[in-house]
Nanobody, 128 residues
């Protein structure tokens, strides 16, 4: 059974930093795109960042570009999201997601639909 488990969320002051982790189990995702999405209070789920299997390609939402960094450690089957200069509007539940088909990357993967596996989410709260 495939599982994605996020961790690292919490309460942080504006301007602070957090590092989210997403540990995958049940299969390897070393050749698969993985991504982070978030859903703020009263908002729809939105794309944050994604990364291809070899870490050659990454893509970020404009709202987080320059502040967030996505990375992965394939031997650990884990993807990370380093978040700096956090703002109150970054408050959300952050979800990790993975694509089942290998060697897929592109603009379509900035939407949630192509992702086959999802974690339960981790809450990030940024206070002003």
């Amino acid at each position: 059974q495939v599982q994605l488990v996020e961790s690292g969320g919490g309460l942080v002051q504006a301007g602070g930093s957090l590092r989210l982790s997403c540990a995958a189990s049940g299969r390897t995702f070393s050749t698969n795109t993985m991504g982070w999405f978030r859903q703020g209070p009263g908002k729809e789920r939105e794309f944050v960042a994604n990364i291809d299997g070899t870490s050659s390609n990454t893509y970020y939402a404009d709202s987080v570009k320059g502040r967030f960094t996505i990375s992965r450690d394939n031997p650990k089957n884990t993807v990370y999201l380093e978040m700096n200069s956090l703002k109150p509007e970054d408050t959300a539940v952050y979800y990790c997601a993975a694509v089942s088909t290998p060697y897929r990357f592109g603009s379509i993967y900035t939407t949630g639909r192509p992702y086959d596996y999802w974690g339960e989410g981790t809450l990030v709260t940024v206070s002003s």
